[in-house]
């Protein structure tokens, strides 16, 4: 059997608005939406083989950043409860404002070898906020996972990402660069196992990133777990397992006009290698030590909650609202509070 592909497009839905599409296999296309595109919901969709291109432009960085995967684009969209596979760029291209991406399996992205991931929020090219990221099984990417590139107010929240740098150097599982978050959240992920030869990081914020706030995320099987590129601003990294093979948190940018770190703050977290910081940042009550000293219940399982007798336990500043409902005397250090049961990240799809 040979199959050519004929239509780009499964579903174009550009000018659109209020339109459902449920329980769907797409294969061998995409749907797109347009800017004035609004409260349209994907749902339960199957789809292989979104955007397929043999070439790309000089300009890695912005080559097919706007219409490749499935486009959200308008006001309020939704795609949820979905498995997509297979793109020579992105999984989901997030545009505009108020966008839900919940409960979606996303693999074998940005082949191209551009600079795409499984979500790709945000571009030079208009306004992207106010987004919401939450329980995705993210994986499998030539370069990174998630970008959130000009993008304000966005939460990426529980979600499992990882295998990022499968093709490409110099990268984070998620990443951004030269862009003021407005305080975008990125909490209760799972951030692991980047595979890029050189400069493989977890959480990437890239120079001229500001107003981010990074806590309770575990991190393992990465160069830097945390990199903060100078000029780093009011950025705030709360209860995180820091696990690396260089540094839990380092900076670059020595030699870059603006040595600020102004308002950055790194608190209560727990890491098992240097943490590095300059430049004015805040450190506090974070816990530097070997994997078998810090007291994890099973680092072999990737279990990473503690011990009761982990020097850990009640170490931490409170930061309300951030540590609150915490048990014992104080908040415990990292991503999970003995006694608590843990948080779950990633889509129950990838658990059935």
Aim: charged share 20%.
């Amino acid at each position: 059997l040979i199959e050519a592909k004929r239509y780009s497009l499964a579903f174009d839905l550009r000018d659109r608005s209020y339109v459902h599409v449920l329980d769907l296999k797409v294969f061998g296309a995409t749907i797109f939406s347009d800017s004035r595109s609004s409260y349209l919901v994907l749902r339960g969709l199957d789809a292989d083989y979104l955007s397929h291109f043999m070439l790309v432009s000089r300009d890695l960085i912005s080559s097919r950043n706007q219409d490749s995967g499935i486009v959200l684009h308008g006001e309020q969209n939704t795609l949820e409860d979905s498995r997509l596979s297979y793109s020579a760029g992105n999984g989901v291209t997030v545009m505009g404002r108020a966008h839900v991406i919940k409960n979606n399996v996303i693999h074998d992205v940005a082949y191209s070898g551009a600079d795409r991931a499984a979500v790709a929020m945000g571009c030079s090219c208009g306004s992207s906020s106010d987004h919401l990221v939450i329980q995705n099984t993210l994986y499998n990417a030539a370069r990174s996972i998630l970008f959130h590139y000009y993008t304000q107010r966005a939460r990426i929240l529980y979600n499992d990402m990882s295998y990022a740098g499968l093709q490409l150097d110099d990268l984070g599982i998620t990443y951004t660069f030269e862009t003021d978050g407005g305080g975008t959240e990125i909490a209760y992920n799972l951030v692991h196992d980047n595979e890029a030869a050189n400069l493989g990081l977890g959480i990437y914020l890239d120079n001229g990133s500001s107003n981010y706030l990074v806590h309770h995320n575990v991190v393992w099987n990465v160069e830097d777990a945390l990199r903060l590129n100078l000029p780093s601003r009011n950025n705030l990294a709360y209860n995180n397992t820091l696990l690396a093979t260089d540094n839990s948190v380092d900076y670059w940018g020595a030699s870059h006009n603006a040595k600020d770190m102004s308002g950055t703050e790194i608190y209560n977290n727990i890491a098992n290698r240097p943490i590095r910081i300059n430049y004015n940042a805040k450190e506090s009550t974070n816990l530097v030590a070997s994997l078998e000293a810090i007291g994890f219940e099973d680092p072999a399982t990737r279990r990473y909650t503690l011990r009761s007798s982990s020097p850990a336990v009640d170490r931490g500043l409170s930061l309300s609202p951030y540590t609150d409902g915490y048990r014992g005397l104080a908040p415990d250090l990292g991503a999970y509070e003995s006694g608590n049961a843990p948080w779950r990240a990633g889509s129950s799809l990838a658990r059935e």
